[in-house]
């Protein structure tokens, strides 16, 4: 677990008082308030999904209603306390747990559907629900929650649109900077700026609510998302691929474009090394192939018309294999291979864990660069010594991601956390991605690990515009403190 040593805790914000958990308790319920002192368990709160990053909060709020989400803010802000928005706290950059003792605001009970147009597919919901109910909520209607994750069993909508997030059918359903149409906003002063349009086209002036999407809860604490949602595709298909090298990769993905088209919703990657972690933890279940190659690809279809699908996949199949770009493949034959095929994918994170640690970077670079990130990485472990087996630290980096969208996910898998491989790893993965013109976060987000990084990617101007804005709206600077801006 990070120890936070790089950080002290800022002495402009103040402790808490009884006072001040009196105000809480004068306008939240019991359920609404959880305290430390009480016995209350917080450590769900206080430390991320990774058991990386930890603080020490003693009061987490989960107010029901957006008013008391301003009431909080404005208390807060009033008496310089700091916040950190949290929303199903899976995050990856340790952006939505506490550094110190800042309180905890979240969004689990602002959990309500607000609304659904069945005719232009637009959905308004709460921050808080979770993205797998907004999905089978849509289900019933026809329709599709525009992003899908991993993580979707418990991360919020409000969550993944504060962090930008990307997932796994970016490629076909585009950013949420294209398909969220209004946000709810409370600002760090109390003010509720509601703009929960439903209009796909709106020229009218700055489009505000990008500057809260992927934000990472720094200048507001979003309540409320607007989002236009596809139908839902009615016939899937997946396939999964064997592949010699990097180039066959891409060659397939190319050609998957224009031949699949329309019907293309997914194109991930996995190198061997993800599969091998993957294979060790999912012991019980035999892996698509006996035998090991050096890539895989999962490839996705989705549309209207299975036998349309089908015979396309089939041709593109036949002509990949024929080309030699292929070495071997399956296909889904039903619901549960088609689960089960997903899940070699959707697992790597969990196993890439499994054996103590994990140092994750989740990266943009130019599609010919992808791969060579993981091999660089590599490379260094090897010549530093440090990786190999008992007793070396560490395990091995392991390469996948989303091909469709230039985004690869560096996983560095090892046996317990430490300085020795935190400094091999840093600045020298963020200094290759520079030399690359990449982005030191695709779809995750800076949070407090890539914080002392961003200028490997945005520029001084940059810099100083994002602060700006930050001093705007959060003069104070009680939103997520400690973290990237
Ligand atoms: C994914 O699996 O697509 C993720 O975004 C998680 C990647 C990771 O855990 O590093």
């Not at 916040?83 to 952006?95: A, D, E, K, R, S």
């Not at 002036?205 to 500057?211: A, E, F, P, S, V």
């Not at 990769?249 to 997914?266: C, G, I, T, Y």
């Not at 407090?448 to 990617?457: L, V």
């Amino acid at each position: 677990t990070e120890t936070y040593p790089s950080v002290k805790r800022d002495s402009k914000f103040k402790h808490l008082s009884s006072e001040d958990i009196t105000f809480f308790q004068s306008i939240l319920s019991q359920q609404e308030l959880l305290l430390a002192s009480d016995q209350d368990n917080l450590e769900f709160y206080n430390e991320d999904w990774m058991r990386k990053y930890k603080g020490q909060s003693s009061l987490v709020l989960r107010p029901k209603t957006v008013k008391k989400v301003s009431q909080i803010l404005k208390y807060c802000n009033d008496n310089h306390i700091a916040v950190v928005p949290q929303g199903g706290n899976t995050g990856l950059v340790g952006g939505s747990v506490p550094v110190f003792d800042e309180v905890i605001l979240s969004l689990n009970y602002l959990n309500q559907i607000r609304d659904f147009d069945p005719v232009s597919g637009i959905l308004k919901c709460d921050a808080g629900v979770i993205l797998e109910n907004a999905d089978q909520f849509l289900a019933e209607h026809g329709y599709i929650f525009p992003l899908d994750l991993g993580a979707k069993g418990s991360c919020h909508v409000g969550g993944v649109v504060a962090t930008n997030a990307g997932g796994l059918r970016l490629l076909r359903y585009g950013s949420l900077h294209g398909s969220v149409l209004g946000l709810e906003v409370v600002l760090p002063n109390g003010a509720i700026v509601s703009s929960m349009h439903a209009l796909r086209k709106d020229n009218t002036g700055y489009d505000l609510k990008q500057l809260f999407i992927g934000s990472e809860g720094t200048i507001g604490v979003i309540t409320g998302v607007s989002i236009l949602t596809p139908p839902r595709p009615n016939a899937f298909n997946v396939s999964f691929l064997a592949l010699e090298n990097f180039q066959a990769v891409q060659n397939v993905f190319v050609k998957a474009k224009k031949d699949l088209a329309e019907v293309l919703s997914a194109f991930e990657f996995m190198d061997s090394y993800s599969q091998d972690l993957t294979r060790k933890h999912l012991e019980n279940i035999n892996h698509p192939f006996e035998e090991e190659h050096p890539f895989y690809v999962l490839i996705e279809t989705s549309g209207s018309n299975k036998e349309h699908d089908d015979a396309k996949l089939e041709a593109f199949l036949e002509s990949v294999i024929e080309e030699g770009l292929v070495v071997d493949g399956v296909v889904a034959q039903d619901e549960t291979e088609f689960r089960n095929l997903w899940q070699w994918r959707e697992l790597i994170p969990e196993s890439a864990q499994a054996n103590g640690g994990v140092y994750k970077y989740d990266i943009s670079l130019p599609l010919k660069d992808l791969y060579s990130l993981v091999e660089a990485a590599n490379q260094r472990l090897e010549q530093l010594g440090i990786l190999g087996d008992v007793p070396k630290p560490v395990i091995r980096a392991i390469g996948y991601g989303h091909v469709g969208d230039g985004n690869l996910h560096l996983n560095v898998a090892v046996r317990e956390y430490s300085k020795q491989v935190e400094e091999a790893l840093e600045p020298f993965i963020y200094e290759f991605i520079s030399s690359k013109k990449g982005s030191i976060s695709a779809e995750h987000g800076l949070g407090f690990q890539k914080k002392n990084y961003i200028g490997f990617t945005k520029t001084e101007p940059e810099i100083r515009l994002i602060k700006d804005l930050k001093h705007h709206y959060d003069p104070n600077g009680i939103l997520n403190p400690y973290k990237y801006v």
